[in-house]
């Protein structure tokens, strides 16, 4: 993965390698879209997504467990 890439497209390169995971197991239907969804809110670059997944409740997501 190049870092020009990354930089554009992930928060970070942790969030790129979290991202890139999370896509592999959602092809294979490990995890389900919803979570898939949350997992392009939490590590993807746009700040617009950012922002609601913060309105949205990330931090009730969080300690959910």
């Given at each position: 993965m190049s870092s020009q890439?990354?930089?554009s497209k992930y928060r970070s390169d942790l969030f790129a390698a979290i991202h890139e995971t999370a896509s592999d197991l959602f092809r294979?239907?490990?995890i389900n879209k919803e979570k898939m969804e949350q997992f392009d809110?939490?590590?993807l670059a746009n700040p617009k997504?950012?922002?609601r997944m913060?309105?949205?409740g990330y931090n009730k997501e969080a300690?959910?467990?």
């Open positions: 890439k990354t930089k294979v239907g490990i809110k939490w590590c997504l950012f922002k913060v309105e949205d300690t959910k467990k």
